[in-house]
Nanobody, 125 residues
Framework: QVQLVESGGGLVQAGGSMRLSCAAS?????MGWFRQAPGKEREFAAV????????AYADSVKGRFTISRDNAKNTVYLQMNSLKPEDTAVYYC?????????????????????WGQGTQVTVSS
């Protein structure tokens, strides 16, 4: 399994921006971001293919969040703009099969094999 370490969380005002980073120990994986708010189930936010050529987003973040990756640095990013209080959650980085985006189940957490420890994002109103 690949080791994943998230960073970049914190407190931001509504309407603000934040960038999360996830450093991987290596390997060739599709990479996803999930989030979990208090009392709620973990939900899919975004995913990017190994090459970076394909991405997918949850409807709740589409147009506001952008996932990207730098394979030379083994790092994936989540740029979050126009943040809302409902974006408050622990954000988790995940690694899944290289061909994950060729299928239709990329939004399911059980499609991913490795997880980071999570980073808290709090958006104040």
């Amino acid at each position: 399994q690949v080791q994943l370490v998230e960073s970049g969380g914190g407190l931001v005002q509504a309407g603000g921006s934040m960038r999360l980073s996830c450093a991987a120990s290596g390997g060739t994986f599709s990479m996803g971001w999930f989030r979990q708010a208090p009392g709620k189930e973990r939900e899919f936010a975004a995913v990017i293919s190994w090459s970076g050529g394909s991405t997918a987003y949850a409807d709740s973040v589409k147009g506001r969040f952008t996932i990207s990756r730098d394979n030379a640095k083994n790092t994936v990013y989540l740029q979050m703009n126009s943040l809302k209080p409902e974006d408050t959650a622990v954000y988790y980085c995940s690694a899944g099969p290289r061909a994950l985006l060729r299928g239709q189940w990329y939004y399911r957490s059980n499609e991913y094999d490795s997880w980071g420890q999570g980073t808290q994002v709090t958006v104040s109103s």
